[in-house]
């Protein structure tokens, strides 16, 4: 293929927005029980790109693993979370979809997932075990990220992004 350009920096700072978008809560992504510091810093920048804000537990080191992650100017919209189970209720209350983003029986495929048209709550699971048990009742639906090779899971920031582009319609 030839005639192919790659845009400057120049060229995708002036396309960028100047300040990150006030919240609208449209879309969240929720590691709510997270365990590595560094996919929260990845995480951030994929909700930046996608126009989407991060749910995190307060934790004493959730905060430091964030401010430490950012590599972007101005960070994403980040919403403090005390109990992820009464969180994920008040959200539930306030009529968001709760979606999963889990291995499970019975669940959407990615490449069936359709954009998202209403406020829509993203809940990733631990990295080592998963969404808890307790957690699994209070979602609407639960999307699976189709898999072939010997690994048995994808990196949960990687689940995350495939899935935050599928709702916000860039893929
Ligand atoms: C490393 S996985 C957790 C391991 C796995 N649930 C287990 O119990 O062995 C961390 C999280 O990433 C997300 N995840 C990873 N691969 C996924 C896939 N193929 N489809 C959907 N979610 C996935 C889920 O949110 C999962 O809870």
Excluded: Q
């Excluded at 968001?96 to 069936?112: F, M, Q, S, Y």
């Amino acid at each position: 293929m030839s005639g192919i350009r790659v845009r400057t920096r120049k060229d995708l700072r002036a396309e960028r927005r100047r300040h990150p978008p006030r919240c609208l809560g449209h879309l969240i992504a929720a590691p709510l029980w997270p365990l590595h510091g560094v996919n929260l810093g990845t995480l951030l920048r994929t909700c930046d790109a996608a126009g989407a804000c991060l749910a995190v537990p307060r934790l004493p080191w959730t905060t430091e693993a964030l401010a430490r992650g950012n590599t972007l100017r101005r960070p994403a919209c980040v919403h403090w979370v005390r109990d992820p189970l009464t969180w994920l209720d008040g959200e539930r209350a306030a009529r968001a979809h709760i979606l999963g983003v889990e291995l499970a029986e019975n669940a959407t495929r990615l490449a069936d997932l359709p954009m998202a048209r209403r406020p829509t709550v993203t809940v990733l699971g631990h990295e080592r075990d998963g969404i808890p048990p307790e957690a699994l009742d209070l979602l609407d639906e639960v999307v699976e990220i189709p898999m072939i090779g010997t690994g048995a899971s994808l990196n949960v920031a990687v689940a995350a992004s495939l899935v935050l582009y599928k709702l916000a319609g860039f893929a």
